[in-house]
């Protein structure tokens, strides 16, 4: 890290949560994403909101999230740049030690209590991106001849005489 240091790592002790059942707390705060780099260009240009919600019960804690992030960066189809916003929720159940048939399930281990919110929630974020991010759904992307922006009008290029070989290419892509 050079220069100006990140804001503190947001690290929630869960002591407490463990030992008293039935606690709930609710919290909002801003994740900095903005370092965060993807296909070669830095996505999260505004922070991400998240409102996240704590509840324990029987010795463990549940987590759920709410977040709301904003991805600026070109269409994979037309290449135009665009800002798309989504709102994923998450729930983990936060556990201090894992019983034998807990083990295949979907816990997050936390044996000193100490749960790294941030690193948390940013996985769980990268796990969500969309596997291709589109500036709409139906995105007519760019003319193979002539490189028109098809969603700003037709090019007039017969698409008939695609080439036999780059057809093939072409329902590959
Ligand atoms: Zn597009
Ligand atoms: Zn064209």
Redesign the pocket.
Known sequence: MTGKEKAAVVIIDLKRFFQADGLSESFSYELDLSGMELGGVKPFCAPVKTSSRLTAFGGSVLLQAETAYTLTMPCDRCFETVSRTFTPCFSHTLVQELSSQEEDGDWILVPDGKLDLDGLLQEDILLDLPVKFLCREDCKGL?P??G?NLNEGS?G?TQREVDPRLAVLQKLL
Do not use: P, R, V, W
């Open positions: 003319c001849t002539c028109q090019c290029c």
